[in-house]
Protein backbone atom coordinates (compact mmCIF):
# COMPACT_ATOMS: atom_id res chain seq x y z
CA UNK A 1 0.00 0.00 0.00
CA UNK A 2 1.09 3.72 -0.81
CA UNK A 3 1.69 6.43 1.10
CA UNK A 4 -1.63 7.78 2.04
CA UNK A 5 -3.20 10.67 -0.26
CA UNK A 6 -3.43 13.89 0.96
CA UNK A 7 -5.66 16.37 -0.05
CA UNK A 8 -7.00 20.26 0.72
CA UNK A 9 -9.43 21.22 3.52
CA UNK A 10 -10.98 23.51 1.00
CA UNK A 11 -9.30 26.01 -0.81
CA UNK A 12 -6.78 27.45 2.21
CA UNK A 13 -6.52 25.00 4.71
CA UNK A 14 -4.16 22.73 5.62
CA UNK A 15 -3.82 19.15 3.84
CA UNK A 16 -5.58 16.32 5.25
CA UNK A 17 -5.20 12.64 4.34
CA UNK A 18 -7.88 11.15 2.33
CA UNK A 19 -9.28 9.06 5.35
CA UNK A 20 -9.83 11.10 8.53
CA UNK A 21 -10.65 9.21 12.20
CA UNK A 22 -14.32 9.98 13.25
CA UNK A 23 -13.39 9.80 17.23
CA UNK A 24 -17.27 9.62 18.61
CA UNK A 25 -16.68 6.03 19.81
CA UNK A 26 -13.87 7.13 22.09
CA UNK A 27 -15.13 7.10 25.61
CA UNK A 28 -18.08 5.64 25.06
CA UNK A 29 -17.79 2.28 23.45
CA UNK A 30 -14.43 2.18 23.80
CA UNK A 31 -12.07 2.55 26.64
CA UNK A 32 -8.63 4.17 27.03
CA UNK A 33 -6.84 1.11 26.01
CA UNK A 34 -9.18 0.69 23.19
CA UNK A 35 -8.42 4.47 22.04
CA UNK A 36 -4.73 4.02 22.37
CA UNK A 37 -4.70 1.07 20.01
CA UNK A 38 -7.34 2.69 17.13
CA UNK A 39 -5.37 5.82 17.18
CA UNK A 40 -1.90 4.29 17.15
CA UNK A 41 -3.21 1.90 13.91
CA UNK A 42 -4.51 5.50 12.60
CA UNK A 43 -1.01 6.92 13.00
CA UNK A 44 0.57 4.08 11.42
CA UNK A 45 -1.39 3.97 8.31
CA UNK A 46 -0.62 7.64 7.86
CA UNK A 47 -4.25 9.64 9.04
CA UNK A 48 -3.78 12.70 10.09
CA UNK A 49 -7.02 13.90 10.13
CA UNK A 50 -8.55 13.05 13.52
CA UNK A 51 -12.53 14.60 14.18
CA UNK A 52 -13.98 14.76 17.45
CA UNK A 53 -16.58 16.80 19.07
CA UNK A 54 -17.11 17.99 22.93
CA UNK A 55 -20.63 16.16 22.88
CA UNK A 56 -18.85 12.50 21.77
CA UNK A 57 -17.99 10.20 24.31
CA UNK A 58 -21.23 10.95 26.76
CA UNK A 59 -19.86 14.46 26.80
CA UNK A 60 -15.95 14.99 26.87
CA UNK A 61 -15.14 11.46 26.74
CA UNK A 62 -13.65 11.43 23.64
CA UNK A 63 -11.78 14.38 23.89
CA UNK A 64 -10.33 13.42 26.97
CA UNK A 65 -9.43 9.90 25.65
CA UNK A 66 -8.20 11.22 22.16
CA UNK A 67 -5.62 13.91 23.91
CA UNK A 68 -4.56 11.21 26.03
CA UNK A 69 -4.02 8.66 23.11
CA UNK A 70 -2.09 11.49 21.14
CA UNK A 71 0.41 12.67 23.68
CA UNK A 72 3.37 13.94 21.55
CA UNK A 73 2.05 13.26 18.25
CA UNK A 74 -0.48 15.91 18.30
CA UNK A 75 1.45 18.49 16.85
CA UNK A 76 1.85 15.91 13.76
CA UNK A 77 -1.39 15.71 13.23
CA UNK A 78 -4.76 17.69 11.89
CA UNK A 79 -6.85 17.96 15.37
CA UNK A 80 -10.95 19.08 14.70
CA UNK A 81 -13.30 19.48 17.16
CA UNK A 82 -16.92 20.71 17.43
CA UNK A 83 -19.07 23.04 19.56
CA UNK A 84 -22.89 23.77 19.71
CA UNK A 85 -24.88 20.74 20.54
CA UNK A 86 -26.30 19.96 24.41
CA UNK A 87 -23.64 20.12 26.97
CA UNK A 88 -26.16 19.97 29.60
CA UNK A 89 -25.31 22.34 32.40
CA UNK A 90 -22.16 23.76 30.47
CA UNK A 91 -24.78 25.00 28.15
CA UNK A 92 -25.05 24.34 24.07
CA UNK A 93 -25.61 27.14 21.36
CA UNK A 94 -23.15 29.56 19.49
CA UNK A 95 -23.61 32.65 21.24
CA UNK A 96 -20.22 34.66 21.94
CA UNK A 97 -19.13 33.93 25.11
CA UNK A 98 -20.87 30.27 24.99
CA UNK A 99 -18.23 29.34 22.21
CA UNK A 100 -15.05 30.76 24.11
CA UNK A 101 -16.32 28.66 27.03
CA UNK A 102 -16.93 25.32 25.33
CA UNK A 103 -13.72 26.19 23.37
CA UNK A 104 -11.88 26.36 26.67
CA UNK A 105 -13.25 23.26 27.75
CA UNK A 106 -11.84 21.29 24.47
CA UNK A 107 -8.88 22.45 24.42
CA UNK A 108 -8.70 21.66 28.48
CA UNK A 109 -9.82 18.00 27.72
CA UNK A 110 -7.90 17.61 24.56
CA UNK A 111 -4.40 18.70 26.62
CA UNK A 112 -3.85 21.15 24.05
CA UNK A 113 -3.16 24.83 23.19
CA UNK A 114 -4.85 24.82 19.77
CA UNK A 115 -7.38 23.38 17.47
CA UNK A 116 -6.41 23.12 13.97
CA UNK A 117 -10.27 22.94 13.19
CA UNK A 118 -13.26 24.24 14.74
CA UNK A 119 -16.69 23.69 13.40
CA UNK A 120 -19.96 24.36 14.60
CA UNK A 121 -21.73 21.48 14.68
CA UNK A 122 -25.46 22.74 14.22
CA UNK A 123 -27.40 26.00 13.24
CA UNK A 124 -28.01 28.10 16.39
CA UNK A 125 -31.71 29.97 15.27
CA UNK A 126 -30.91 31.78 18.32
CA UNK A 127 -27.90 33.51 17.40
CA UNK A 128 -27.25 35.89 14.37
CA UNK A 129 -24.17 34.34 12.42
CA UNK A 130 -22.41 36.98 12.20
CA UNK A 131 -22.06 36.80 16.05
CA UNK A 132 -20.39 33.29 16.13
CA UNK A 133 -18.55 34.59 13.22
CA UNK A 134 -17.16 37.14 14.61
CA UNK A 135 -16.17 35.27 17.84
CA UNK A 136 -14.57 32.37 15.88
CA UNK A 137 -12.67 34.78 13.97
CA UNK A 138 -11.16 36.34 17.30
CA UNK A 139 -10.49 33.24 18.42
CA UNK A 140 -8.57 32.69 15.49
CA UNK A 141 -6.59 36.05 15.95
CA UNK A 142 -5.95 34.88 18.95
CA UNK A 143 -4.15 31.56 17.71
CA UNK A 144 -6.20 29.64 19.76
CA UNK A 145 -8.08 27.87 16.54
CA UNK A 146 -6.37 27.71 12.83
CA UNK A 147 -9.21 27.55 10.72
CA UNK A 148 -13.35 27.05 11.00
CA UNK A 149 -15.62 24.90 9.62
CA UNK A 150 -20.09 24.27 10.07
CA UNK A 151 -22.01 20.88 10.17
CA UNK A 152 -24.80 20.46 9.16
CA UNK A 153 -25.65 23.85 8.30
CA UNK A 154 -27.69 24.09 4.94
CA UNK A 155 -26.77 25.76 1.43
CA UNK A 156 -28.29 28.82 2.46
CA UNK A 157 -26.71 29.34 5.32
CA UNK A 158 -23.46 28.42 4.73
CA UNK A 159 -23.56 31.24 1.20
CA UNK A 160 -25.06 33.63 4.16
CA UNK A 161 -22.08 32.90 6.66
CA UNK A 162 -19.74 33.28 3.37
CA UNK A 163 -21.45 36.65 2.80
CA UNK A 164 -20.93 37.45 5.91
CA UNK A 165 -16.92 36.90 6.33
CA UNK A 166 -16.28 38.44 2.99
CA UNK A 167 -18.38 42.00 3.97
CA UNK A 168 -17.31 42.01 7.48
CA UNK A 169 -13.65 40.86 6.97
CA UNK A 170 -13.95 37.62 9.53
CA UNK A 171 -11.75 33.97 8.79
CA UNK A 172 -14.82 32.35 6.29
CA UNK A 173 -15.40 28.75 6.64
CA UNK A 174 -13.19 26.41 5.05
CA UNK A 175 -15.32 23.55 4.96
CA UNK A 176 -18.69 22.04 5.69
CA UNK A 177 -18.96 18.51 7.32
CA UNK A 178 -22.50 16.63 6.30
CA UNK A 179 -23.84 13.14 5.94
CA UNK A 180 -22.67 11.69 2.50
CA UNK A 181 -22.95 8.62 1.15
CA UNK A 182 -23.81 6.00 -2.23
CA UNK A 183 -27.05 5.74 -0.14
CA UNK A 184 -28.04 9.13 1.31
CA UNK A 185 -27.30 12.03 -1.46
CA UNK A 186 -29.54 14.78 -0.59
CA UNK A 187 -26.42 17.19 -0.27
CA UNK A 188 -26.12 16.95 -4.14
CA UNK A 189 -28.86 19.32 -4.94
CA UNK A 190 -27.75 22.13 -3.08
CA UNK A 191 -24.63 22.05 -0.79
CA UNK A 192 -22.73 20.38 -2.53
CA UNK A 193 -22.92 22.89 -5.47
CA UNK A 194 -22.34 25.98 -3.00
CA UNK A 195 -19.38 24.29 -1.42
CA UNK A 196 -17.82 24.17 -5.33
CA UNK A 197 -18.31 27.87 -5.81
CA UNK A 198 -17.32 29.09 -2.52
CA UNK A 199 -14.26 26.38 -2.57
CA UNK A 200 -14.75 25.10 0.61
CA UNK A 201 -14.00 21.34 1.23
CA UNK A 202 -16.89 18.38 2.24
CA UNK A 203 -15.75 16.39 5.17
CA UNK A 204 -18.65 13.36 4.70
CA UNK A 205 -19.58 11.30 7.67
CA UNK A 206 -21.82 8.15 8.03
CA UNK A 207 -19.91 7.53 4.76
CA UNK A 208 -21.37 3.66 5.15
CA UNK A 209 -24.87 4.97 6.30
CA UNK A 210 -23.90 3.84 9.67
CA UNK A 211 -22.84 0.32 8.32
CA UNK A 212 -25.15 -0.50 5.39
CA UNK A 213 -22.52 -0.22 3.02
CA UNK A 214 -20.29 -2.24 5.28
CA UNK A 215 -21.23 -5.82 3.81
CA UNK A 216 -21.87 -6.93 7.13
CA UNK A 217 -25.77 -7.08 7.43
CA UNK A 218 -28.41 -8.20 5.38
CA UNK A 219 -32.35 -7.75 5.22
CA UNK A 220 -32.51 -10.87 7.87
CA UNK A 221 -29.23 -10.37 9.07
CA UNK A 222 -28.67 -7.71 12.04
CA UNK A 223 -26.22 -8.99 13.98
CA UNK A 224 -26.60 -8.11 18.31
CA UNK A 225 -24.46 -5.84 19.68
CA UNK A 226 -24.03 -3.91 16.12
CA UNK A 227 -25.27 -0.43 15.97
CA UNK A 228 -28.48 -1.34 13.70
CA UNK A 229 -29.77 -3.99 16.38
CA UNK A 230 -29.38 -1.55 18.74
CA UNK A 231 -30.95 1.58 17.49
CA UNK A 232 -34.52 1.40 15.25
CA UNK A 233 -34.16 5.13 14.11
CA UNK A 234 -30.92 3.83 12.60
CA UNK A 235 -32.84 0.65 10.45
CA UNK A 236 -36.39 3.11 9.93
CA UNK A 237 -33.88 5.38 7.97
CA UNK A 238 -31.18 3.35 6.07
CA UNK A 239 -32.86 -0.22 6.02
CA UNK A 240 -35.69 0.02 3.49
CA UNK A 241 -36.68 -1.92 0.46
CA UNK A 242 -34.96 0.59 -2.18
CA UNK A 243 -32.08 0.82 -0.24
CA UNK A 244 -31.78 -2.62 -0.10
CA UNK A 245 -31.83 -3.29 -3.53
CA UNK A 246 -29.16 -0.34 -4.35
CA UNK A 247 -26.99 -2.35 -2.24
CA UNK A 248 -27.08 -5.45 -3.66
CA UNK A 249 -26.70 -3.96 -6.91
CA UNK A 250 -23.51 -2.54 -5.70
CA UNK A 251 -22.18 -5.33 -3.70
CA UNK A 252 -22.41 -7.28 -7.56
CA UNK A 253 -20.80 -4.28 -9.24
CA UNK A 254 -17.70 -3.99 -6.74
CA UNK A 255 -17.27 -8.12 -6.30
CA UNK A 256 -17.32 -8.22 -10.24
CA UNK A 257 -14.40 -5.79 -10.41
CA UNK A 258 -12.28 -7.68 -7.40
CA UNK A 259 -13.32 -5.38 -4.36
CA UNK A 260 -15.68 -5.06 -1.69
CA UNK A 261 -18.77 -3.04 -1.00
CA UNK A 262 -16.68 -1.27 1.93
CA UNK A 263 -14.29 -0.77 -0.77
CA UNK A 264 -16.29 0.77 -3.01
CA UNK A 265 -18.64 3.09 -0.83
CA UNK A 266 -15.17 4.90 0.66
CA UNK A 267 -13.29 5.32 -3.24
CA UNK A 268 -16.76 6.31 -4.24
CA UNK A 269 -16.84 9.27 -2.14
CA UNK A 270 -13.07 9.83 -2.78
CA UNK A 271 -13.63 10.44 -6.13
CA UNK A 272 -15.95 13.39 -6.22
CA UNK A 273 -13.75 16.50 -6.34
CA UNK A 274 -15.57 18.72 -3.32
CA UNK A 275 -14.46 15.84 -0.96
CA UNK A 276 -11.60 16.24 1.32
CA UNK A 277 -11.44 13.45 3.77
CA UNK A 278 -13.66 10.65 4.15
CA UNK A 279 -14.64 10.46 8.15
CA UNK A 280 -14.85 7.14 9.28
CA UNK A 281 -14.74 5.75 12.79
CA UNK A 282 -13.06 2.54 13.89
CA UNK A 283 -13.72 0.59 17.33
CA UNK A 284 -10.58 -1.88 16.13
CA UNK A 285 -7.37 -1.28 14.86
CA UNK A 286 -8.44 -3.72 11.67
CA UNK A 287 -10.84 -1.25 10.87
CA UNK A 288 -8.42 1.14 10.30
CA UNK A 289 -6.22 -0.92 7.27
CA UNK A 290 -9.68 -1.50 6.04
CA UNK A 291 -10.67 1.80 5.66
CA UNK A 292 -7.35 2.92 4.40
CA UNK A 293 -7.30 0.09 1.67
CA UNK A 294 -11.13 1.16 1.01
CA UNK A 295 -10.07 4.61 -0.55
CA UNK A 296 -7.57 3.39 -2.95
CA UNK A 297 -9.83 2.47 -5.99
CA UNK A 298 -10.06 4.62 -8.96
CA UNK A 299 -13.55 4.42 -9.96
CA UNK A 300 -15.43 5.15 -12.88
CA UNK A 301 -18.02 7.04 -11.36
CA UNK A 302 -20.22 7.05 -14.31
CA UNK A 303 -20.46 2.97 -14.32
CA UNK A 304 -21.29 3.43 -10.60
CA UNK A 305 -24.31 6.22 -11.10
CA UNK A 306 -26.02 3.86 -13.65
CA UNK A 307 -26.19 1.13 -11.16
CA UNK A 308 -27.63 3.59 -8.76
CA UNK A 309 -30.38 4.73 -11.13
CA UNK A 310 -30.72 1.05 -12.51
Known sequence: MGAMQQRKLGKN????????LGCNNFGGRLDQA????????????????FDTADIYGNQGGSETMLGKALGSERSNIILASKFGMDMGEAGQGARPEY?????AASLKRLGTDYLDLYQL????????????????????QAGQVRAIGCSNLDAAGVREAAQIAKDQHLTPFICAQDEYSLLV?????????????LEMGLLPYFPLASGLLSGKYGPDNIPEGTRFASSQGAQDKYMTPDNWRKVQALEKY???????LLELAFSWLAAQPTVSSVIA?????????QNVKAASWALDTSEVEAILKG
Do not use: F, W
Open 254 to 260: AQAHGHT
Open 185 to 197: RDVEAELLPTLEE
Open 281 to 289: GATRAEQIA
Open 34 to 49: ATNAVVRAALDHGITL
Open 121 to 140: HKPDPQTPLADTLGTLHELV
Open 13 to 20: GPDVSLVG
Open 99 to 103: IRKAL
